[in-house]
């Protein structure tokens, strides 16, 4: 019996979690002008500038909800539900690809290096798993109820996000110059 | 320092003069070449160079755009209607044509956060709805 009853909460919860998956990538699909509105152009990383985190905190934020909500429009707020879950998963996606860039270069600036810390590069390998769990849950939680439901997490990411770029930056740096100084001549 | 002088030249002649700050984004985007996207303002570059001139004007226009880009819904709707109203156009006629056309997508620096360039232009159309709703509503309830 209660085999049964898992069972069936489990699927309960997938087919839930199926619906908001495709609410959240169908909200990508419909943005104006596709989801590549301000995309990387040729230059793979000019696009790919971090967003400050004040910007972060006003896209998830709900004053901009509850100034519509005064307007007592239903089309506005459907409308405003759909720009702002737009621009939120754009972030996650900005977000995902900033944090796959920097942990590319820094995996190739760690096969270079000699002297590997593996509780640093541990570290950072858990703060990425991290973020990348919290940006699938902010895809999923965008999708299922909306940018200001998720605000808590995605603050949270965009704080793992900074921490990973600022970690990593501190070792690439370091790694220069060593490299630097093994080049000189002795 | 040229560009510092050009910098403070630009906010405290030309920029001063423009009674909101989305009218000094939009007038800092005029100044940018379509074609090469370089900034070019005859004024300055005749008083401090090309160079300090065309830095200047990227640098007050990306100032513009993050400032407008973190106003709440409420005050950028007050912002746009400021703005509309010192367009001297017929209102409406203005924001019907800024819906149908979005020309302020154009209003957008180059080599800036993806995503606060979506937020701007998101917002912009949620505030031109908000006052196309308004002016809808004062005119059943005058």
């Known amino acids: ?186 | 320092m040229p560009l510092q002088q050009a910098y403070d030249d630009l906010v405290n002649r030309s920029l001063s003069r423009i009674p909101c700050e989305l009218g000094r984004l939009i007038y800092l985007a005029s100044t940018r070449e379509y074609n090469t996207g370089h900034y070019y303002h005859q004024g300055l570059a005749d008083r401090f160079g090309p160079e300090a001139a065309q830095k200047a004007l990227e640098i007050a226009h990306r100032q513009a755009f993050y400032k407008v880009s973190a106003y709440s819904l409420e005050n950028l709707a007050e912002e746009l209607e400021r703005y509309l109203e010192s367009t001297k156009e017929e209102p409406l006629e203005c924001l019907r044509a800024w819906q149908k056309l979005e020309p302020y997508r154009v209003a957008v620096p180059a080599d800036v956060s993806a995503t606060v360039a979506r937020l701007f232009t998101s917002n912009l159309r949620l505030a031109l709805a908000i006052l196309r709703f308004r002016r809808g509503q004062s005119r059943q309830h005058p």
Request: hydrophobic letters at 45%; glycine letters at 10%; aromatic letters at 8%.
């Open chain 1, 1 to 186: 019996m209660i085999g049964t009853t898992a069972s069936l909460l489990a699927a309960a919860a997938l087919l839930l979690l199926l619906i908001a998956w495709i609410r959240a990538d169908r909200a990508l699909r419909d943005l104006p002008f596709g989801s590549e509105e301000w995309g990387p152009g040729p230059d793979k990383d000019a696009g790919l500038n971090g967003c400050p985190p004040e910007f972060v905190s006003q896209i998830f934020s709900g004053r901009d909800l509850a100034y519509v909500g005064r307007l007592n429009s239903q089309e506005l707020e459907r409308q405003f539900h759909h720009e702002r879950n737009g621009v939120a998963l754009m972030w996650v996606q900005q977000t995902s690809a900033v944090v796959q860039r920097i942990m590319r270069h820094h995996l190739e600036a760690s096969r270079r290096s000699r002297d590997i810390e593996f509780v640093t590069e541990a570290g950072i390998f858990l703060q990425y798993a991290q973020l990348r769990a919290a940006c699938a849950l902010l895809f999923v939680g965008i999708g299922l109820s909306g940018a200001q439901q998720v605000r808590g997490i995605a603050l949270y990411a965009d704080r793992l996000s900074q921490h990973i770029g600022q970690v990593a930056g501190e070792f690439d740096a370091s790694l220069r110059v060593r490299e630097m100084k093994g080049a000189r001549p002795s």
